[in-house]
Nanobody, 123 residues
Framework: QVQLSESGGGLVQTGDSLRLSCAASGRTASINFMGWFRQAPGKEREFVAAISRSGRNTYYADSVKGRFTISRDNDKNTVFLQMNSLEPEDTAVYYC????????????????WGQGTQVTVSS
């Protein structure tokens, strides 16, 4: 089992930055990818970014590429999502997730989820 706990959400204005953190605990050694997803009201949960176990490979949704950066500190079992130039369209609950598979963009491929953290961007 793997436990995930997100933090760092909040209310910001357009153009501001936020950094989300996801602390992982439990049997994390076999996890292949860590990902961030988000879900806005009335919409499906969507892929935001993912990072490989080593941290050498990162992947992003087109909508956040160039604005968001995913990173990890394996010594602290923590994954980060640095979000810059935030827009109202980024408003959502952000979820950290972990998967044993290689299908890092597929929400159904993830085995463990955090409780989510709210990000609200006002215009």
């Amino acid at each position: 089992q793997v436990q995930l706990s997100e933090s760092g959400g909040g209310l910001v204005q357009t153009g501001d930055s936020l950094r989300l953190s996801c602390a992982a605990s439990g049997r994390t050694a076999s996890i292949n990818f860590m990902g961030w997803f988000r879900q806005a009201p009335g919409k499906e949960r969507e892929f935001v970014a993912a990072i490989s176990r080593s941290g050498r490979n990162t992947y992003y949704a087109d909508s956040v590429k160039g604005r968001f950066t995913i990173s990890r500190d394996n010594d602290k079992n923590t994954v980060f999502l640095q979000m810059n130039s935030l827009e109202p369209e980024d408003t959502a609950v952000y979820y950290c997730a972990a998967t044993y598979s290689a299908f890092y963009r597929n929400v159904n491929a993830y085995d463990y989820w955090g409780q989510g953290t709210q990000v609200t961007v006002s215009s």
